[in-house]
């Protein structure tokens, strides 16, 4: 069963722009992370925050948690045409550490 | 070089005729699962493994088979493959502890069967 899921579905922006996507979930987690995936290939981990952090930050990328409305962000600043990818949000539920993963958020940046 | 190997990159089959998709990895991880992903649907889990000989159902096992003899390799067994198997697949592994869920992914095998 899914737990986690992106918002929004699709995002389409200029280069040079922030894109924020969202990630809601459902029970309680050990740790919410990020993956990436250019089209059809295999998902390449961004970036992992714990349930006990509230942000943290990895060159352009910057993502957030709030555990009392079980949701994360993740914030690409300054984006690229090399940033166009498909962006996953996988949770471990709280005792597990084993992901599921959400949907998805496909981003096209415009050159 | 740290990887997880899939192979093959491309497999087409008919209904029925059995096949195996090969998983290895080189970095000595006790974590290994099996994923496909269909259009809208995101990534399913269909088998994970936590260490040699221990495998359990995902949350999309109907069909599949997997097995783990040796710690590198977990190959995905489709012994009589329908055309709603038709998938990408991915084949991931991490260290399998709190403190390092951090998953490695294959390049994916694209499954048509017809």
């Known amino acids: 069963s899914q737990q986690g899921e992106e918002d929004p579905q699709a995002l389409s922006i200029q280069e040079g722009e922030n894109a924020t996507m969202n990630c809601s979930y459902k029970t309680s987690i050990n740790n919410l992370q990020w993956y990436r995936q250019n089209s059809g290939r295999g998902l390449v981990h961004l970036i992992l925050i714990r349930s006990n952090e509230r942000e943290k930050h990895s060159g352009r990328l910057r993502v957030t948690l709030d555990t009392s409305k079980k949701s994360s962000s993740l914030l690409i600043t300054a984006s690229r045409a090399a940033d166009t990818a498909s962006y996953f949000c996988?949770?471990?539920?709280?005792?597990?550490?084993?992901?599921?993963f959400g949907r998805g958020t496909s981003l096209i940046v415009h050159p | 070089e740290a990887q997880v190997t899939q192979n093959p990159r491309y497999l087409i089959t008919v209904t029925g005729k059995k096949l195996t998709v090969t998983c290895s990895q080189n970095?000595?991880?006790?974590?290994m699962s099996w994923y496909r992903q269909d259009p809208g649907l995101g990534l399913r889990q269909i088998y994970y493994?936590?260490?040699?000989?221990?495998?359990d159902k995902g949350d999309v096992p109907e069909g599949y088979k997997v097995s783990r003899k040796e710690k590198r390799n977990f190959p995905l067994i489709l012994e009589s493959p329908s055309p709603n198997q038709t998938s990408l697949y991915f084949c991931?592994?991490?260290?399998?502890?709190?403190?390092?869920?951090?998953?490695?992914f294959g390049s994916g095998t694209q499954l048509s069967v017809l």
């Open positions: 991931a592994s991490s260290l399998g502890h709190l403190g390092s869920e951090k998953l490695f």
């Open positions: 970095m000595n991880h006790e974590y």
């Open positions: 493994s936590m260490n040699v000989e221990v495998t």
């Open positions: 996988a949770t471990a539920p709280g005792g597990s550490y084993i992901p599921t």
